[in-house]
């Protein structure tokens, strides 16, 4: 009886090194212009090409501006970064997303959308959120700059076997409960480290109800439980996404074909996992965090724990509520939590309403077809006429690579995945929240929960 986990490791094992230690052969080898250059340098020291560029998919995200992307990147560094990824991609025959075209974007948003992140595949990127992918299936983790080489090179990784755990999450979830809120709650309840060394399965029916978006929400928050990754088995939900991406739309008869393949992508019924979690739903409310890393989530309104957490940073104080609190930054995006069903969350929210004039709003979609679909559905308009912009894709405020930086001292509610101290600008406070609490925030203009936002 095996684990899903473990018939995908085992199905990409090219050889064991010892006990623990297998080269891992890689179906898909993701990259952007912030971590690849140097992997790029160590091939050309070494006069060795890529191996099999057409299973490698670049892109351009981490270092680029989200307003005026038709015109030159002002920004030296972010610049040279790009054009280093352009020569690159075009001496080793590498296809880039570059800016402008149909399917640039964040990395692990664009990946799904173009119909290469396939079920019972192995993933690799030079970014610690690659983890995202798993929520179609796969074993997708991130890797250093040396190991981007090596993949580079090889098509293959040196790993470890992973533990295995199985997260389950059942029950009926609340008004206004996302996807990130119940992600939110996982981090708080086993704790920042507490998967460690594991691969996690997440299941119940909390997971198979939820959209594509909202599995990749949770299979990319994976990583700030500690774990090494995060899949979630197929379904036909997952099989219902693939179909309509370019990829296999004009491959139907190897789309049925593969499908019937994937539909056995599941653990065995008495599979032994190192560990067993279970999450009631019911308990799960609106969630934002008060301290500075992930598993300080709270349910709004409630009072800060007496545990530090970073509140003294935060500006914060124990036992008091964070509901009232004067909000100076709103930023919806990242591969967390860019995607279309996002963008449609928010827009759900400020709809016919008018965003807090002491808020600053960054809108950004995670690629390009998500802001065309944002224009097909007016979801630009309704933003606009509440008052925000639709930015260009990126990643925008996430970790403040590019021009939008949060400022010292002030305080932004996030939709990214990642409050560290200084994480969106030196001496920035971050609030990781939904889309929803988001929008909510942005127009009340202060921090809120559903029950006070709906008497505004």
Request: net charge negative; with cysteine; aromatic share 8%.
């Amino acid at each position: 009886m095996k684990t899903l986990v473990e018939k995908i490791w085992d199905n990409h094992v090219v050889k064991m090194l010892d006990e623990k230690e297998a080269v891992i052969y890689i179906d898909r080898h993701y990259i952007h212009e912030v971590t690849s250059p140097q992997a790029f340098d160590m091939l050309k020291e070494k006069g060795l090409q890529v191996f099999r560029p057409k299973k490698t998919t670049a892109t351009v995200d981490h270092n680029i501006p989200t307003l005026k992307q038709e015109l030159p990147i002002e920004e030296k560094e972010s610049l040279k970064q790009v054009e280093q990824l352009r020569q690159n991609c075009k001496d080793f025959g590498i296809e880039l997303q570059d800016l402008g075209s149909k399917h640039q974007g964040i990395v692990h948003v664009i990946g799904p959308e173009m119909g290469l992140t396939i079920p019972g595949s192995t993933i690799v990127c030079g970014d610690s959120h690659t983890s995202t992918h798993g929520a179609f299936g796969t074993i997708a983790f991130g890797i250093g700059t040396s190991e981007v080489a090596t993949v580079f090179a090889s098509q293959c990784v040196i790993q470890s076997k992973p533990l295995t755990m199985k997260i389950e999450i059942n029950g009926e979830i609340g008004k206004y409960v996302t996807p990130k809120d119940v992600v939110l709650q996982v981090i708080a309840k086993i704790g920042t480290a507490g998967a460690t060394g594991y691969f996690i399965e997440f299941s119940g029916n909390v997971i198979q109800e939820m959209s594509m978006e909202g599995r990749m929400t949770v299979c990319n928050m994976s990583i700030e439980m500690g774990a090494r990754g995060g899949l979630i088995a197929p379904d036909e939900i997952t099989f219902s996404y693939l179909e309509q991406t370019d990829y296999w739309k004009n491959r139907v008869a190897d789309f049925q074909l593969q499908k019937e393949n994937w539909k056995l992508l599941k653990s065995d019924q008495n599979a032994e996992f190192d560990r067993f979690v279970t999450i009631d739903a019911t308990e799960i409310q609106q969630l934002m965090t008060y301290g500075t890393n992930p598993g300080t989530g709270i349910p709004i309104g409630s009072l800060i724990p007496n545990q530090d957490g970073g509140i003294d940073y935060m500006q914060f104080k124990q036992n008091e509520s964070m509901v009232g609190i004067p909000v100076d930054y709103v930023f919806l995006g990242s591969c967390t939590n860019g995607r279309i069903e996002d963008l449609r969350q928010f827009a759900s929210i400020v709809k016919g309403k008018q965003k807090a004039e002491n808020v600053t709003a960054w809108i950004v979609p995670g690629s390009k077809q998500v802001e065309e679909q944002c224009r097909i559905e007016g979801i630009d308009i309704i933003l606009k006429n509440a008052g925000f912009e639709l930015r260009q894709p990126g990643c925008s405020a996430c970790l403040a690579m590019n021009p939008d930086k949060v400022p010292t001292g002030k305080l932004c509610v996030s939709t990214s995945n990642r409050n560290f101290e200084g994480r969106q600008g030196k001496g920035s406070r971050t609030i990781l929240a939904s889309p929803i609490t988001a929008a909510m925030c942005a127009v009340a203009g202060e921090i809120v929960s559903y029950k006070e936002f709906e008497l505004l």
